[in-house]
């Protein structure tokens, strides 16, 4: 029956793989530290001193992380926390390389006095998060730790989520309606996936994407046997019983209403796949794929429909046909584009149209809305007029203007512009990876991913328990999806959507769930991995006495 | 039931979902690179092109344009010109955009080009910077100064001289007055040099410096054009030099008004040889051949000299075009008024609406001087890359046969009437042959006065035309000019 599993099982001598774990990780730290290097001497002709800060920083912490992991799961796959730890250094070196405040020209002109534009990315705030992020690792290695006494204080396995399936589930719900609560929500570049807390902003979708994989993961383990066997044939498909399919049905609904109102298509992207991929390996029924796959038509086809959803309609015209949205773009009722960038006479007379409503509202003593009034961006102006649909493909076309920089082989760390890129340190961090690293530089990354999320496969072929097989599959393609959409996206593959590049990306919450993943990963590969218990016989024969 | 299968299955649909990200990266920066790179939205390129130098433009062993580094940020490099005002007809100017030879030729400058980078693909895809590429004009840059240095002498408004070579098509001498130089508009002149250039380019003013009146303006070509009608008459009504033609008073067939001669004595003075009307530039004579032909056959066979088209001489760099036009647009109405048999006769001493370049009109002295062919005309000689391997080589073609070899021998001997006993007497001893023309602008313009011609007299090896404006006539007002150029053309 469990022949595959069986054989990986079979294959893996339960060895403690941790001489290799620390090479590879070694191997991660020259490349990080390289990279440092590389974009100081680049940048500013010399070794940087944030060298010692970040890159020391960030060999301290995974040496921690190394020790954490020898210590509470010793037979842990070796690849994930060295391939962790190597993506989050790059990322980390790349975010230095785009902070204009850690060069030294630069601290060499604000030291003069002169006046320094202050810039998005934040280098020091990503080492920060990189630490919490691995400190979370730790702990959660920690609490999850490997005992015979399954009881112990505070111990939470993988395996007891399963107990508080219901209670993740809603868990998860609260974690993505929280951004839509007024007060502690925020809106941020046309996504309403933000919540503030004490100064900082979070994004509870990134955790709220590890609890619903553990609820579907629950709620699949139990019901599978009856979804995958009792149901109406209907030709070729065998439907399910609608209260089998209910509950499900009621999270994924009220999961996709959320991101709506969120305009968060990303996300909303990632759980569906999440959602048909773990109900496949659940039941085994293509039939649920076939039904996902119509549901994803019927919502895009809705989607395009809506008129409130116009956010998510010109995401895919963009993607389709960028270059007249260049700087601004209107979509007009008849499908035709017309350009409204700078250059264009529509933009410069409603420039000037605004500009004179905005006089007349200063001599009338209104000089609130005068401000207001100059703020308005004239190409939307005018196209709103025009009863047109307003985009801007800028941020994408800027995109593949770095990778078509970059080139095979990149213009090498610190000798770009990846700044040119708007979000170059966030959404579109793989661009400017590719620009300074070049094809050779993201395939390089694509396959780190790849090695992740297929260990974590492995992971989940080897687990012995049917609810961490479901729970590492399901975290693994959540992983391989979200790369997938977001990289997708910035290389205009598919239409372009917000997403965090899982640990490139700069930003909190994005690396503390990711260092959580992979915690859970290592945790439940250690649980595949580790001698099978003996059972204890005959203890009354043989006794081992010691003689001293 | 086990789970190992689907598991399995979702592995490798994540593995391709890899694979398409991969195949997806490999497509962008693998193949679509050049595309996005000469994007025109993206702006990374027009810093990129002052961040290397850019090949040098050489002729006649010197150096006209070259960069040098400017010590700052950006522009990194900028560009400098020899001579600016006396090669800008030919060089043009960069600023990121570019004209002339440095637009046609602006690949294998910034060595960004196919023939340079086939080349240096390693070099490319380990990143090495482009390397610029050299390219070598066809001008002889001491006659180029002379033209330039007469043509400013010459007058005070504008001027413009071609010299051709017959037996290749490669232009010796291409200038202008009033030119710029392109040193004060080159990238190390920052936003100073683009207004500059945005003001030269806007300038409503009669005198554009810009614009080259050696290839990119058009006179009226008066007399001179009287050349191209004996060469189709010769052609279309079996005449030959010596055919007697009427020289003497003509009226025009609509107005009933006189068709002038300059002078009624000597040739014009009632019958003449063709060879003697054309010596004296008889007007009606031409008048009358132009009737005779009629303005479709005049305009068909102008149409094989280069007349209505805008003549390449490297690629994006093409001449303004000449024409004798069958009709012409009333800019009023925006109907299109046919050519009349009074025009049709002043378009046979290139008036009306005749009009050409000093380039066409040297093709057309071309033409007579080459036993009736014309080559096609070019101006970079060879392009190497830096390694001094060639790139490209001008490979000398015929651009048209507009007249018989006999033809054009019997217009050598007429042109050289001219010189011997016609209108040009005073450039007697300079050995060039060739024809005057003095075209009237209207009222409150000056004269466009021509010389067109070739030299040496007896075998010729190049062809000119040189128009000046201003009072006076073509044999005072620009044969001396030519008769300077073709002296420092002919010394070579």
Known sequence: ?548 | MNMDKPVRRVAVFALLLFFGLMAQVNYVQGSQADKLQSDPNNTRQISQVFNNPRGQITAGGEVLAWSTPTGKDNPKYGRNYKDGKVFSPVTGYFNGGGSKVELAYNGLLAGTDKRITHQRWFDQFIGKKPEGGNVDLSIDPAAQRIAYEKLVNGTTRRSGAAVVDIKTGAIKVLASNSSFDPTDVAPQKGTKGGQLLEQMDKTTDIIKPLIDNGMSEVFPPGSSFKTVVAAIGMEELHLNENSQVKTGHMTLPESGKELPNSHDGGSCAGTASLKGAFAESCNTTFGQMALDLGIDKLNAGAAKFGFGQNIRVEPLMRSAKSQVPVSIPDLATGKSIPTGKDATARSGIGQENVQATPLQMAMVAEAVANGGKIMQPYVVNRATAKDQSEVYKASPKVFSQPMSSDTASQLRDMMRAVVSEGTATILQGSNIAGKTGTAEQGAEFPNARWFVGFGPSDHPRYAFAVVSEGKGDGAHGAGPIAAAIMQAVMKK
């Open chain 1, 1 to 548: 029956m469990h022949a595959l599993g069986e054989q990986i099982r079979a294959q893996i001598p339960y060895q403690r793989r941790n001489a290799a774990s620390l090479a590879l990780l070694g191997f991660a730290m020259v490349l990080t530290l390289a990279a440092f290097a590389e974009v100081g001497l680049a940048r500013d002709g010399s070794i940087p001193a944030g060298l010692f800060v970040y890159g020391g920083g960030l060999v301290i912490l995974a040496l921690v992380a190394y020790a954490a992991q020898l210590r509470f799961a010793p037979f842990a796959d070796p690849l994930l926390l060295p391939l962790a730890v190597a993506l989050n250094g790059l990322g980390l070196a790349m975010i230095y390389r785009l902070d204009l405040d850690t060069s030294a020209d630069r601290k060499a002109a604000e030291l003069a006095g002169k006046k320094v534009i202050r810039d998005a990315a934040d280098a020091s705030g990503q080492l920060i998060w990189t630490f919490v992020g691995i400190a979370l690792f730790v702990a959660a290695i920690a609490i999850m730790r490997d005992t015979s006494n399954p009881d112990a204080k505070l111990s939470f396995t993988p395996k007891t989520a399963q107990r508080y399936t219901y209670i993740i589930g809603l868990g998860a719900i609260v974690m993505l309606l929280l951004p839509i609560v007024p007060g502690i929500g925020a809106e941020i570049n046309g996504a309403r996936v933000w919540i503030n807390v004490g100064g900082f902003s979070v994004q509870p979708g990134e955790f709220a994407k590890l609890m619903l994989v553990a609820f579907f993961a629950g709620y699949l383990v139990n019901k599978r046997q009856a979804m995958s066997l009792i149901g109406k044939k209907i030709g070729p498909l065998s439907l399910p019983r609608a209260r089998d399919l209910g509950p499900v049905m009621v999270i994924w609904v009220l999961c996709l209403g959320v991101l709506f109102i969120q305009k968060d298509l990303g996300t909303a992207l990632l759980y569906f796949g999440l959602f048909v991929s773990m109900l496949y390996i659940a039941t085994q029924r293509v039939s649920w794929v076939m039904i996902g796959v119509g549901l994803l038509a019927v919502a895009v086809f809705v989607i395009t429909l809506l008129p409130f959803m116009a956010h998510v309609n010109q995401r895919i015209d963009i993607w389709q046909n960028p270059r007249p949205y260049f700087d601004g773009g209107c979509l007009m009722k008849n499908g035709k584009v017309v350009p409204v960038n700078p250059n264009t006479d529509i933009f410069k007379q409603a420039k000037v149209t605004l500009e004179a409503k905005a006089q007349q509202q200063d001599a009338a003593g209104q000089k609130a809305t005068a401000l207001q009034t100059r703020l308005v961006g004239p190409g939307w102006w005018a196209c709103t007029k025009m009863g047109g649909e307003y985009s801007d493909s800028a941020q994408l076309m800027k995109g593949m203007f770095a990778l078509g920089q970059g080139g095979v082989l990149g213009t090498g760390l610190g000798q770009g512009k990846p700044w040119q890129t708007p979000l170059s340190f966030s959404d579109f961090i793989f661009d400017s990876m590719g620009e300074e690293l070049g094809l050779t530089g993201l395939m390089t990354l694509l396959l780190m991913y790849a090695l992740i999320v297929q260990r974590g496969m492995k992971t989940a072929v080897a687990a012995r328990d049917p609810y961490l097989k479901l729970f590492a599959g399901g975290v693994s393609f959540a992983l391989a999806l979200q790369v997938f959409v977001i990289v997708g996206g910035v290389t205009k593959l598919i239409p372009l959507t917000g997403l965090t590049t899982p640990f490139l990306s700069q930003g909190g919450s994005s690396l503390m769930a990711n260092w959580i993943l992979i915690a859970i990963l290592v945790r439940m590969s250690h649980d595949a991995r580790k001698p099978a218990p003996q059972a204890i016989q005959d203890e009354g024969m043989t006794q081992i006495v010691s003689l001293r």
